[in-house]
């Protein structure tokens, strides 16, 4: 089973600066045969469900500000927002889509400080 | 409008019996992977289980492996998860979500229900 650990638990960062969380997984979730990470990031609010940001490891979704980026491969990877926004207030969780069970990591809590 | 909308949540003695149901709109549900995510109160998020567009996987989390079965119709554009020997451990919000692309490859989950609580206790 692939394990997902995200770091830190939780930030507080001031409005305008650059907020990076990091997720490393047990096992590689590149597929050799078509070069793709197997990782995901959704963003969550409270009382809403999660949202899709990122997929492929760095492909942003649609609708989604160009503020937050995707980067890495294999086993690490990170989620960036260049410039922290109110809105950004949330928990952030990556997932590997590479092989079942599918899992995610336990949650990066973003504040403004 | 593209949506998920999950009903059957409710309360449950341990050892019990729930069926939930997600129904889709806005797509063509017999060309995406389903999927059923839950997140107990204050927690993280835990994959539950998936079922392929074409039935030909039906993957489950170890912790739900033997007591909950997800089905699919695709008549009732609907996925369900029937959950048996319910335990304490399982409550949680349960959402509906699915696959981005169509198929039956893997995918990030793009679009995702509001979610159904399911609360066992005695």
């Known amino acids: 089973d692939i394990v997902m650990t995200q770091s830190p638990e939780s930030l507080a960062m001031s409005l305008g600066e650059r907020a990076t969380i990091n997720c490393t997984s047990s096992q590689t979730v590149l597929y050799s045969s078509n070069n793709k990470n197997y990782l995901a990031w959704y963003q969550q609010k409270p009382g809403q469900p999660p949202k899709l940001l990122i997929y492929?490891?760095?492909t942003r979704e649609s609708g989604v500000p160009d503020r937050f980026s995707g980067s890495g491969s294999e086993t690490d990877f990170t989620l960036s927002i260049s410039s922290l926004q109110a809105e950004d207030v949330a928990v952030y969780y990556c997932?590997?889509?590479?092989?079942?069970?599918?899992?995610f990591g336990g949650g990066t809590r973003v504040e403004i400080k | 409008e593209v949506q998920l909308v999950e009903s059957g949540g409710g309360l449950v003695r341990p050892g019990g019996s729930l069926r939930l149901s997600c129904t889709a709109s806005g797509f063509t549900f017999r060309s995406y992977n389903m999927n059923w995510v839950r997140q107990a109160l204050g927690k993280g998020l835990e994959w539950v289980s998936s079922i392929s567009s074409d039935r030909s996987y039906i993957f489950y989390a170890d912790s739900v492996k033997g007591r909950f079965t997800i089905s699919r119709d695709d008549t009732k554009n609907s996925v369900y998860l029937q959950m048996n020997s319910l335990r304490a451990e399982d409550t949680a919000v349960y959402y509906c979500?699915?696959?981005?692309?169509?198929?039956?490859?893997?995918?990030?989950?793009?679009?995702w229900g509001q979610g159904t609580v399911v609360t066992v206790s005695s």
């Open positions: 997932q590997q889509y590479y092989s079942s069970p599918l899992s």
């Open positions: 492929w490891a760095s």
């Open positions: 979500a699915r696959d981005k692309a169509p198929g039956n490859n893997r995918d990030a989950f793009d679009i």
